[in-house]
């Protein structure tokens, strides 16, 4: 099974006002990020996210908005011919100390359990070191997206001090998405 790990906040979607969405009106996609799941569903790739969500944990929004918001976000892109297989979300405060909140990799190795897949076989790619940091410790390929939190990198730079190995930039997730599919279409040698 091909598995895509993607953080949702500054990868699919712009950040809110208060850098998080807390509302479905807060939820915008970012330009090409729709129609990249698209792709990727199209090639055989199931995509999952993986996101923290502390303000759950702080009241700052209710189930009901936080459902609303991933509605809006499932039927924006069933309009693209996408989907998203699942969201796994981490509701705790940084200060809760629980192992799903990434760096933590709780939540990918939840995703790992849940479709049978081995971390080493998984693409994880997202804008945060934190994202990739839970991917490292899954040992899976992983993937930095110059979006959101990354805005300001950009790919052939080196990355800053403290970033796992082996991490390949792309511009956003559209970027991924054609390296990534192109890999694929690549014949053997």
Same mark, same amino acid.
């Given at each position: 099974m091909?598995i895509v790990?993607?953080n =949702?906040?500054?990868?699919?979607n712009?950040l809110g006002s208060?850098?998080y969405?807390?509302?479905?009106?807060?939820w915008?996609? !970012?330009?090409?990020a729709?129609?990249?799941?698209s =792709?990727?569903?199209? *090639?055989?790739?199931?995509v999952?996210v993986?996101s923290?969500?502390p303000?759950?944990g =702080?009241?700052?929004i209710d189930?009901?908005t936080?459902?609303?918001?991933?509605a809006k976000?499932?039927?924006?892109?069933?309009?693209v011919?996408?989907?998203?297989?699942a969201?796994f979300?981490?509701? $705790?405060?940084?200060d809760e100390a629980?192992?799903?909140r990434?760096?933590?990799?709780g939540l990918?190795?939840?995703?790992?359990d849940?479709?049978g897949?081995?971390?080493k076989d998984?693409?994880?790619?997202g804008?945060?070191?934190?994202h990739?940091?839970?991917g490292?410790?899954?040992?899976?390929?992983? $993937? !930095?997206?110059?979006?959101?939190e990354s805005?300001g990198?950009?790919p052939?730079?080196p990355l800053p001090?403290?970033?796992p190995?082996?991490v390949?930039?792309? *511009?956003?997730?559209? *970027?991924f998405?054609?390296q !990534?599919l192109?890999?694929?279409a690549?014949?053997s040698?």
């Amino acid at each position: 099974m091909k598995i895509v790990i993607l953080n =949702r906040d500054g990868t699919i979607n712009a950040l809110g006002s208060d850098d998080y969405v807390a509302s479905p009106d807060d939820w915008v996609a !970012l330009p090409g990020a729709l129609e990249a799941i698209s =792709r990727l569903n199209r *090639a055989g790739w199931h995509v999952v996210v993986a996101s923290n969500q502390p303000g759950l944990g =702080r009241g700052m929004i209710d189930m009901a908005t936080f459902n609303a918001i991933h509605a809006k976000m499932h039927r924006q892109l069933a309009a693209v011919g996408g989907r998203i297989d699942a969201v796994f979300y981490c509701p $705790h405060a940084p200060d809760e100390a629980c192992t799903c909140r990434k760096p933590a990799p709780g939540l990918l190795e939840q995703i790992c359990d849940r479709y049978g897949v081995d971390g080493k076989d998984t693409q994880v790619a997202g804008n945060c070191l934190v994202h990739l940091q839970a991917g490292a410790a899954i040992g899976a390929q992983l $993937h !930095l997206l110059c979006t959101g939190e990354s805005a300001g990198m950009a790919p052939g730079q080196p990355l800053p001090p403290g970033w796992p190995e082996g991490v390949r930039v792309h *511009a956003d997730l559209a *970027a991924f998405a054609d390296q !990534l599919l192109r890999k694929v279409a690549a014949p053997s040698a």
